[in-house]
């Protein structure tokens, strides 16, 4: 009799979901379609590496997800709130169910299911940004340390240094005229290494929407390839000691003519 | 060690239909022996009642979280306007280490694993007392003084700590970070990391060892069940720490170089260290406050839990998964970019999306009743949400690389933070405060602070993911007016003060529901689980009698026997010391 009377309560207790799923749908679609089919941007930056725009897809894919779970959550909490709330002098005694099997098992089951779509596409951006080419056109070392960046041009075999940027914060007296500025070709595969002397940095490019720390006894490598001319400030973002505040750089992309000019004036004595 | 046997047991033993209640005072056991002892200062030094050692732990907590919290305000203020210097960048970068060892450490833990924990686990499954007295008294005093060698660190010539709350190696070895105060600091984690495993023991024990008769693992309370998986994850993780600690100190004073890449160590093995306690370290904070939400929201809307028995394996499930995301933290590293670790991330968003559906299916259909408790458990579910969702996009590398150690990364702990330890916490105090003191907390002061809150903790979290967004580090002293980051700072300060009035509030209504009594009785929420069946405060041994219990809520069973909890589909069990 008791379980009876307990599945009639779950009949509506679906359809109240479902209901409440229509509308939810909706409202978390609308949006995106009113925008006339454009995909927000979540207020990251689109991106100027190839590398940074395959994040920032991920990035408001990621986002239009999350928005959707957001949405349908948070709709429910609220309706339960809203509709649920005990009014005065309501003493009645609500329905004492505590499962149902056939929901529990979808709400494990959907969520499984879209954390492992998200780790689909996370593994496949991962593999863009994260992938090392071995005949890049420039190859550049730079090296972090308390409390400046040094920026070592290198031959195309990476074994002698052609041209080096290098700005130190002296002690404190940083001032943006001492900020080291790279210049870096567009259009073109600039291999990175990064190195630290002393303690762990955090080499951060905002518009680069990529951050990579520089710490001794371990070496990285990742590639860049910037796409849009312009001036990116950059700076540490791994806490370092007293003057992390200070220890900022910048990255000049310029096409590739304008930067082998460059590189060749700030070319030191040729290197055997 | 004086080890508390279960006294209970022999009341009840081969005896299962004696009615709704049994009474243990014919068990004269219970009411002699710790009574003669001393009063005033001298008894709250040497006691070691749960009771009184759970309150001096809640209260020291909260004084911790008052000072770490005044912290956050100076550095707000630095933070309110472009090259502001209220501070030097060397205070600075004291405050926000500080800051973060003082809420983590001494705060966000402590108050729900020694102090909600010690107080009601015991109540909760019927025991007279935790299972080692003493050591519980141990753990206090250790965590007290670790506590206070941590503060004591302003002392120090050259100051506190200053290398973040994580010590991040090589900053924080003897060259880079010389001095006392970080030898403070590290002293001062080793003795409360004790002092947590020592609880984690403690609690383990009294669950497995000193339930009363019927209640059986499948009728703990969830806040407890919570507070057994959180023990047993600190047995597991807090030794990793203290080894970690204990090679820092070596290579600081020793002349070791474990973590010296000059001459052949490794500093990344700090942070593998390190985090593989700490990815633990954040389920033992949150998992104690998802205990609250879980015995409140069924409280409130009078009905039983959804989904019991899933809730205790999404616990459980989450805890084993944390043992396994460590490296989530250290993608950046470039060392450790394995996707196992995103995918043992994401994975963890399953049980903790159970965990809110089974609350929503709580309070489907139910008659819910928005009293203070309540209404912050709704401010908790609200506003961890987003943290939640955060948290799965930082677990896929692309992502973290363009946000890790940015404002973004700090929105998004204290999302999860502000929700479960300002809203869990305060809520669970308000929900707990009657048994523990006999009174009420006035209800317009706690609903006018929620707001307060709701609206702060949105205010500051909201313009801090934006920050993030737009490429503002964590941890700078100050920042250029050329970077326009200054309207969503000045926000973000705004709101801040908002939340220093909502625990104004808190703070001034315990002082006046202190003065000013209002009696609560002994179940003043009609609450389900055992401690609402004790007197309030209760009795130094907890229970002069214990009722029947034969499901997860025998006392909404005793004072509802129309809508008896349903126990094993619709089957009443005929003896309830059977399945114990
Ligand atoms: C009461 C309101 C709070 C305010 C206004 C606040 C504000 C801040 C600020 C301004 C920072 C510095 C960010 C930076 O410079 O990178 C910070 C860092 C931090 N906060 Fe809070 N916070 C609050 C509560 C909490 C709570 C409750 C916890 C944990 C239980 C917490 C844990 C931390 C941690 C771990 C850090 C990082 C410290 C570090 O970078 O080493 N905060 N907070
Ligand atoms: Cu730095
Ligand atoms: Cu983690």
Same mark, same amino acid.
């Given at each position: 009799m008791i379980k009876a009377k307990a599945v009639k309560l779950d009949g509506k207790f679906i359809q109240n979901i479902k209901l409440v799923g229509k509308k939810l749908v909706f409202f978390a679609v609308a949006p995106v379609f009113l925008t006339s089919c454009q995909v927000p941007s979540f207020f990251a930056y689109k991106g100027s590496t190839t590398q940074a725009q395959a994040e920032y897809k991920l990035y408001t894919g990621f986002n239009l997800a999350a928005m959707i779970v957001g949405i349908f959550v948070w709709a429910l909490i609220l309706w339960s709130i809203f509709r649920y709330r005990r009014r005065k002098g309501d003493e009645s005694m609500p329905a004492q169910f505590h499962e149902h099997r056939f929901i529990e098992f979808l709400y494990t089951i959907i969520p499984l299911i879209t954390v492992l779509v998200l780790f689909y596409f996370t593994v496949i951006t991962e593999n863009q940004v994260d992938a090392v080419s071995t005949t890049p056109n420039v190859r550049v070392t730079i090296v972090a340390f308390q409390w400046g960046w040094e920026f070592k041009y290198m031959n195309s075999s990476g074994n002698s240094v052609i041209a080096t940027v290098y700005g130190n914060d002296g002690g404190g007296n940083f001032s943006t005229s001492t900020v080291p500025v790279a210049y870096l070709p567009v259009g073109e595969t600039v291999t990175v290494t990064l190195e630290s002397l002393d303690v762990v940095h955090g080499f951060y490019v905002p518009e680069f929407n990529f951050s990579r720390y520089a710490q001794p006894g371990h070496i990285n490598t990742f590639d860049l390839n910037i796409v849009n001319a312009g001036y990116y400030p950059g700076r540490c973002t791994q806490f370092c000691g007293v003057y992390h505040t200070e220890m900022q750089f910048g990255i000049k992309a310029v096409s590739p003519q304008k930067f082998e000019s460059w590189l060749k004036s700030h070319s030191s004595a040729p290197t055997k | 060690m004086t080890v508390i046997t279960p006294r209970h047991t022999k009341v009840l033993?081969? %005896?299962?239909?004696?009615?709704d209640s049994v009474d243990l005072n014919h068990d004269d056991d219970l009411e002699h022996g710790h009574h003669a002892g001393p009063s005033g200062i001298l008894k709250w030094l040497t006691s070691t009642d749960h009771k009184v050692i759970g309150i001096s732990y809640t209260v020291t907590a909260l004084v911790f979280f008052l000072i770490a919290g005044l912290m956050a305000e100076v550095i707000r203020v630095q933070l309110?306007?472009? %090259?502001?210097?209220?501070?030097t960048q060397h205070q600075f970068d004291e405050l926000f280490t500080m800051h973060g060892s003082l809420m983590i450490y001494l705060f966000a833990g402590p108050i729900a694993f020694g102090g909600l924990a010690n107080y009601f686990v015991p109540l909760q499954v019927g025991a007279p007392d935790m299972a080692f007295p003493r050591l519980n008294a141990l753990s206090y005093w250790l965590y007290l003084s670790g506590s206070l060698i941590m503060v004591s660190g302003f002392l120090a010539e050259g100051g506190a700590? %200053?290398?973040?709350?994580?010590?991040?190696?090589p900053l924080s070895n003897g060259v880079n970070s010389p001095g006392l105060g970080p030898d403070l600091w590290i002293l001062a984690l080793l003795l409360t990391g004790f002092s947590a495993i020592f609880t984690g023991v403690n609690i383990v024990t009294t669950v497995f060892y000193l339930r009363a008769p019927g209640m059986s693992m499948w009728r703990v309370p969830i806040f407890t069940w919570n507070m057994v998986v959180v023990g047993l994850l600190i047995l597991i993780a807090f030794p990793v720490l203290t080894a970690a600690l204990v090679m820092l100190f070596a290579d600081r004073h020793f002349g070791t170089h474990i973590y010296d890449a000059t001459h052949g160590?490794?500093?990344l093995l700090w942070q593998n260290l390190f985090w593989f306690w700490g990815h633990p370290e954040v389920y033992i904070l949150v998992l104690p406050f998802f205990g609250i939400l879980t015995e409140i929201i069924p409280v409130f809307s009078r009905k039983?839990?959804? *989904?019991y028995k899933g809730m205790v394996f999404a616990t459980i499930t989450i805890a084993g998964l944390s043992t396994g995301v460590w490296a989530h933290h250290m993608f950046t590293t470039g060392a450790v970019l394995l996707p196992y670790f995103s995918l043992v991330s994401y994975l963890i968003a399953v049980p903790t999306g159970i965990k809110f559906f089974n609350w929503i299916g709580t309070m489907w259909r139910g008659s819910i009743k928005f009293d203070a408790p309540m209404l912050y458990m709704m401010g908790f579910m609200i506003v961890f949400l987003l943290g939640g969702l955060t948290g799965v996009m930082l677990a896929s590398p692309p992502i973290d690389f363009a946000t890790h150690d940015t404002y973004y990364v700090v929105a998004h702990f204290h999302n999860v933070i502000f929700a479960f330890a300002l809203f869990g916490g305060l809520g669970g105090i308000h929900y707990w405060f009657p048994k523990a003191t006999g009174r009420m907390l006035r209800e317009t002061p706690a609903k006018i602070g929620f707001w307060f809150l709701f609206v702060g903790v949105w205010g500051m979290i909201l313009p801090w993911y934006w920050l993030g967004l737009k *490429?503002?580090?964590?941890?700078?002293a100050t920042y250029t007016p050329n970077m326009d980051y200054g309207t969503a700072n000045l926000i973000v300060t705004l709101s801040s003060f908002l939340i220093v009035i909502s625990v104004a509030l808190f703070v001034a209504n315990v002082i006046v529901s202190l003065m000013k009594p209002v009696l609560a009785g002994d179940n003043p929420w009609d609450g389900h689980t055992l401690e609402w069946y004790t007197s309030s405060p209760p009795p130094s041994h907890n229970f002069t009698k214990l009722p029947r219990i034969r499901s997860e809520r025998p006392v909404w069973d005793i004072n509802h026997p129309d809508h008896r909890t349903l126990v094993g589909h619709g089957k009443n069990l005929k003896d309830p010391s059977a399945a114990s």
């Open positions: - | 033993s081969g %005896d299962g239909n004696r009615g309110s306007a472009p %090259d502001l210097h209220l501070v700590a %200053d290398f973040g709350w994580v010590g991040y190696a160590g490794v500093p039983p839990l959804f *989904g *490429g503002m580090p964590r941890r700078i």
